[in-house]
């Protein structure tokens, strides 16, 4: 099919070019060794060292996970109420918090973490079972904490302000510098509130990150893609640099090594793609997301739409003059989609679709282009709780990838991961803030990294500094946010 890739060109292949691990189970988890046919764009392959240092990972991660004598030690150490010097395996579990694409944006950047510092990722996720989300990314062992088992009690943070967050330990002196001398020794275990009220902004600093690689367990509790601000600690931009040479690459990378849906939830965005994407000659993916804090009306937001459309070109022009926009198309163009479009609108509302569908229903695409307009669902509400809604959501955020162009919505992280792994830099639909039109209506993105919706600020860091010119080079605010950074 037309929308299909079935040849194999370099860095290409299903692999992605040594990104992924060989020799894991097809059948177990197919859009593992599948989704190369369907992504449209490989920007950046993974660096000789990135390479090495995932394989490199997943060998500590088999000699560290769930199930071996060494997490037993682990465990048992945890249990003891205070870390241990010198152990082999340390950790960074991984809490859910807030929406899927926040999600996988923390589970990106704590997996990068995990990568940096030399721990092992593991995520405390819900019990096995058939409404699993994602596969185990790692041969031959597991990512899934065992929670049951796990000593902590109410692991899973009710809000941000956590009694055992980093920076409230460091104020009680129960960690830091000094707590090496005293009595009571490392704590155990450490919680990390790095969601968007950001109660652990230290976290972002070196001589910080000295004091926590004594804490044998770090439990993350984040919303926030915050890889961008590891660039801003000293110790880390070396190794960093060498990772990743464009810097617009983290994401894409590491959220397709680390992220892969399950097969219902594959087969639910691959029967779709094949049925309504597949025989167009080009995706247009729009997803549009309306925040409590943003709301507009619905047509405000449409002509928002289409004013961005015009401004940066992204939806087919139609000819307004004309009616009987399918008719007309069909009779100038040729017939095996040599010149059609599909627009897949992912929307928890059916409001836009209608629009757009009825726009190209009544009026011809000029140049004859074909139109088409779909949406899989319109769920009208969020439900982070209910399994086969989030297995349609992680569906909609593939569906959106497999597009060769996106129009997203600003602040809306559902967008980014969209566009981090179709390696696509959308256009970004601005936010009405204060209920407010916003004009320009949206602005195309530097790059495809997602935005760091809170990023540390009016810290000050005492640690060794760091390469300021660089991290300006490459760290800007976001397109949809002032307060915001994002890499380039
Ligand atoms: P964000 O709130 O836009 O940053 O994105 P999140 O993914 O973190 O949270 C929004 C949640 O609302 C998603 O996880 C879905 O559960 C739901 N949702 C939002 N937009 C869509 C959509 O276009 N399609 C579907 N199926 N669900 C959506």
């Not at 590491?254 to 087969?267: A, C, D, I, K, Q």
């Not at 929307?347 to 009544?362: C, I, K, N, W």
């Amino acid at each position: 099919t037309a929308g299909l890739t079935t040849d194999a060109p370099r860095g290409r292949d299903e692999l992605f070019g040594g990104l992924l691990p060989a020799g894991m189970d097809r059948r177990a988890c197919r859009s593992r060794y599948e989704a190369w046919r369907y992504y449209k764009h490989f920007p950046y392959a993974a660096s000789a060292h990135l390479q090495s240092k995932l394989r490199a990972y997943e060998a500590r991660h088999r000699r560290c996970a769930p199930g071996t004598p060494l997490y037993a030690k682990a465990v048992e150490q945890l249990r003891s109420g205070r870390s241990a010097e010198g152990l082999e395996c340390t950790y960074v579990v991984w809490l859910p918090f807030d929406g899927l694409g926040n999600r996988m944006l923390s589970m990106v950047s704590g997996f990068l973490y995990a990568l940096l510092t030399g721990r092992v990722f593991l995520a405390a996720l819900p019990a096995a079972g058939s409404g699993d989300l994602f596969c185990e990314p790692f041969p031959g062992t597991t990512w899934r904490l065992p929670v049951e088992d796990f000593p902590v009690p109410d692991l899973v943070p009710r809000g941000q302000s956590i009694e055992r967050s980093y920076t409230r330990l460091l104020d009680a002196k129960a960690v830091g510098p000094a707590a090496n001398a005293t009595a009571l020794g490392v704590p155990p275990y450490v919680y990390l509130s790095l969601g968007w009220q950001l109660k652990d902004p230290l976290f972002f600093c070196g001589e910080h990150q000295q004091v926590l690689r004594d804490v044998n367990w770090l439990l993350l509790y984040s919303d926030l893609y915050f890889a961008p601000s590891l660039y801003g600690v000293a110790e880390f931009q070396d190794e960093l640099r060498r990772l990743f040479p464009s810097k617009e690459s983290v994401s894409h990378l590491l959220s397709r090594y680390l992220l892969h849906p399950t097969n219902p939830v594959w087969r639910l965005a691959t029967t779709y793609y094949r049925s309504y994407l597949a025989p167009a000659k080009r995706r247009i993916g729009v997803q549009i997301r309306m925040f409590g804090f943003g709301s507009i009306p619905v047509d405000d937001m449409y002509s928002q739409i289409l004013a961005c459309s015009r401004q940066e070109h992204v939806l087919p022009e139609t000819d307004d003059d004309a009616t009987g926009g399918n008719e007309a198309a069909a009779a100038a163009s040729s017939e095996d989609g040599s010149n059609s479009t599909a627009i897949l609108v992912a929307s928890l509302y059916a409001d836009y679709y209608e629009r757009l569908r009825r726009r190209y229903y009544e009026h011809p695409a000029k140049g004859g282009e074909r139109v088409a307009v779909f949406q899989p669902s319109h769920e009208e509400r969020q439900a982070t709780d209910n399994m086969a809604h989030n297995q349609r959501a992680l569906a909609e955020i593939y569906l959106l990838s497999f597009c060769e162009e996106l129009l997203t919505s600003g602040r809306s992280t559902f967008g980014y991961v969209s566009s981090s792994l179709a390696g696509v830099r959308p256009t970004i639909l601005l936010t009405a803030d204060g209920h407010k039109v916003p004009e320009p209506p949206c602005r195309r993105a530097v790059s495809m990294e997602p935005c760091n919706l809170t990023p540390p600020l009016r810290v000050h860091c005492q640690g060794k500094p760091v390469d300021k010119e660089d991290l300006a080079r490459h760290l800007r605010v976001c397109e949809d946010s002032k307060v915001s950074v994002k890499l380039f």
